[in-house]
């Protein structure tokens, strides 16, 4: 029994953990041209986490797993 608890408990913590992870979202933003656009602010909807586009266009960001959307501006 006690053996069953103990390895109930460590699954229990297993998926605890893995579903507070983050994930990287990586991206390009560009125009009706495909240029790239330059300085698009890029945001979780709370505004937690946010980034900003490069000279390219291109964009980096860690986000929890649980978020679906992100916000561009």
Do not use: H, W, Y
Not at 5 to 17: E, G, P, R, W, Y
Not at 33 to 45: F, H, Q
Not at 49 to 57: L, P, V
């Amino acid at each position: 029994m006690r053996k069953l608890i103990l390895t109930l408990t460590a699954a229990f913590c297993f998926l605890l953990s893995a579903s507070a992870q983050n994930r990287t979202v990586t991206g390009r933003v560009t125009n009706d041209k495909d240029a790239p656009l330059e300085g698009v602010n890029i945001a979780t909807p709370d505004g937690q986490r946010a980034t900003q586009t490069d000279k390219e266009g291109k964009f980096s960001l860690s986000v929890p797993s649980s978020v679906t959307t992100l916000v561009f501006s």
